[in-house]
Structures are given as C-alpha cells and as structure tokens.
C-alpha cells in the first residue's frame, strides 16, 4: 500500500502521484476510491494560477462541486506546501474537503498545517506546469484518465 501511486493522464501526458497514507490515510483512501470509480475522468483543471496552483477534481468545472461522497474529516500535517505537492482543496470550514485537490507549482508554505497534503508529484510535473492558466481557464487541462497503481 505505501508504494502506491496514482496517475492522471493528461492530453500532454501522464503524471505520477506518489500517495502518502502515512500522512493522510483518509483523504489516500478517498481518491484512490474516487479514482477507481473514474470520477476524476474527463474532470478539469478549472483554477491554475502561475506560481502557485493548478486546482481540480470538481465534475462541475466550476469549483463548487464534489463527489456524493460525505465531506472528510481534516488530516492536516506537517508536510510543507512546496512544489509537487498534492494537496486537499476545501471552503472555509476545515472538515469540508471531498473531491477537489491542487498541485503546488511553487513554495505555498502559508497553506501548511490548514489544508491536507496527501501527495507528491514524482514525475510529469512538466504537464501540470504546462496546463492553460486562468480561473477557469479559456480552454482549461483536463484529466483525460486516473489509475491507481
């Protein structure tokens, strides 16, 4: 289970995931389910802004939506928000994330310890710095397939 990696293949090509459980078991459990399921097929990146990041996993495009599934309890830890890093998106309240996520493009140290981090990019990261920009983007990138490794 540790060496598990999740990957999203975009139209520019795939990106790896490493999952880390160890920091966060129930957001790993929720993606990893969501992405079995191909919920995050076809789904875009609707928020991607240079230098910080590029936000997903809403099947609406619209940054409102999620998956039926029950909102998650926060796992907040101490891993840093730096590049690569995979994290959980949620509203103001702390047990809301569900479905969204982002990728760090760069040092997003202000989200530690207030947003779940729950996995690092380990190749492909070229991708997601390619992915069109905007909020939402013109022509935004999209997960064209999510596998679990």
């Known amino acids: 289970m540790a060496d598990e990696t999740l990957t999203f293949s975009l139209e520019s090509g ?3 995931i490493k999952l880390r459980p160890d ?11 969501l992405a079995k399921e191909g919920f995050y097929d076809g789904v875009v990146f609707h928020r991607v802004i240079p230098g910080f990041m590029a936000q997903g996993g ?6 409102m939506g999620g998956s039926d599934k029950p909102d998650l309890q926060a ?20 047990h809301s994330a569900n479905s969204q996520f982002f990728i760090c493009f760069d040092d997003a140290r202000f989200l ?7 996995g ?3 190749s492909g990261m070229e991708h997601i710095d390619a992915l069109p920009k905007g909020e939402p983007p013109a ?3 999209k997960i064209v397939k999510a596998t679990v490794a």
């Open 139 to 141: 022509n935004p990138g």
């Open 23 to 33: 920091l966060a078991p129930g957001h790993v459990a929720r993606i990893t389910e």
């Open 112 to 118: 530690d310890k207030q947003y779940t981090v729950w």
């Open 14 to 16: 795939d990106v790896v």
């Open 58 to 63: 809403d099947p609406t495009g619209t940054g």
């Open 75 to 94: 796992e907040f830890n101490d891993e840093p928000h730096v590049r690569g890093v995979c994290s959980m998106a949620r509203t103001q309240a702390p």
């Open 120 to 122: 690092q990019v380990i």
